[in-house]
């Protein structure tokens, strides 16, 4: 899988957007981006994932650059519940060979009142 | 998505002890997952588990050391043996879902 390159951490204020940078730049055509939170002492949650479109859920929206090097997780309006070490992945899709999760070191992001 | 329970949810073992843990899944699925996460870092993959075969193991992990049975679509179990204190983490399951993996709560195994 390719490597990915986040920040060790962030702070954001409550009820601004939070803003999660990424780098993937040797990733493969056919990988896509995933991003999972942990919060403490929990497992880790998936929150969005995208191949080259930007995407939005009820959680979060991810933007891909066009070259597909980078992408940024958005949390629209951060809560003190947000906090959490925010994982970027990229992996072939599920059922390939080969697919599976391989953790980085994450961001821990931090919203503070 | 799928609803995962773990057992036990922590423990304190004594060294050269082992300690099995069970995963159970509310749905069948095929794919089941072992991770460790050590204190203050990220997960690590451990193995891979499919239902009537044998489990495929990741660099650095080894079969005598974490034994995996998967008895059906909805349990697995995954055994720490002969522990060590450099084996307290947190072990959790995982399955894939149609649009991202789940995971059970882990289980926070501490080894004196």
């Known amino acids: 899988d390719a490597k990915t390159t986040q920040p060790p951490s962030m702070d954001c204020a409550e009820g601004r957007a939070a803003n999660l940078p990424c780098n993937h730049s040797t990733i493969s055509g056919n990988e896509y981006v995933y991003w999972y939170r942990q919060i403490h002492s929990q497992g880790p949650q998936y929150i969005i994932h995208g191949l080259k479109n930007n995407e939005t859920n009820e959680m979060a929206s991810l933007i891909i650059t066009e070259d597909r090097k980078s992408s940024t997780l958005i949390l629209p309006h951060a809560t003190l519940r947000d906090t959490a070490v925010y994982y970027c992945?990229?992996?072939?899709?599920?059922?390939?060979?080969?697919?599976?999760?391989?953790f980085g070191e994450g961001t821990q992001l931090t919203v503070n009142p | 998505s799928a609803v995962i329970s773990q057992k036990p949810s922590r423990d304190i073992c004594q060294r050269g002890t082992s300690l099995t843990i069970q995963c159970q899944v509310d749905?069948?699925?095929?794919?089941m997952f072992w991770y460790r996460q050590q204190p203050g870092q990220s997960l690590t993959l451990i193995a891979t588990?499919?239902?009537?075969?044998?489990?495929?193991?990741e660099s650095g992990f080894v079969i005598d050391k974490f034994p995996i049975s998967r008895p059906n679509l909805t349990f697995s179990t995954l055994t720490v043996s002969n522990m060590s204190p450099e084996d307290s983490s947190i072990y959790l399951c995982s399955v894939e879902e149609i649009s991202g993996s789940d995971f059970g709560p882990g289980t926070r195994l501490t080894v004196l």
């Open positions: 588990a499919n239902q009537g075969s044998e489990a495929t193991y």
């Open positions: 749905s069948q699925v095929t794919m």
């Open positions: 992945i990229v992996r072939v899709a599920r059922g390939t060979s080969g697919s599976r999760l391989t």
